[in-house]
Nanobody
């Protein structure tokens, strides 16, 4: 099973930027759909962004569209989430996730939490107003 480790979280002022990284080990993720989710206190974990394994197609939650960008570097076995124009409501623990069945199921990318089978430990992002 792939191991995912997030980094890059921290405290930032509103309208600031952060870049999250998700380093994978144990498996090559080039054939995996990859996603970012977040969970704020007292709320359910929600989809943020995803990137396909086949053509780097990307999907975003409406709340982050135009502000966040997901990307992947298969040579580094790493996925990134560039977050710009941050808002206090973006405060949450951010999780990286891998869908190892993507290529086998011919599923380029998914936004559904239950279809991801590997998760990182999360990284805290706090946006102050």
């Amino acid at each position: 099973q792939v191991r995912l480790v997030e980094s890059g979280g921290g405290l930032v002022q509103a309208r600031g930027s952060l870049r999250l990284s998700c380093a994978a080990s144990g498996r090559i993720i080039s054939s995996y759909g990859m996603g970012w989710f977040r969970q704020a206190p007292g709320k359910e974990r929600e989809f943020v962004a995803a990137i396909s394994w086949s053509d780097d197609r990307t999907y975003y939650a409406d709340s982050v569209k135009g502000r966040f960008t997901i990307s992947r570097d298969n040579a580094e076995n790493t996925v990134y989430l560039q977050m710009n124009s941050l808002k206090p409501e973006d405060t949450a623990v951010y999780y990286c996730a891998a869908d190892s069945r993507s290529s086998r199921l011919n599923r380029p990318v998914t936004t559904l939490r239950y279809e991801y089978d590997s998760w990182g430990q999360g990284t805290q992002v706090t946006v102050s107003s």
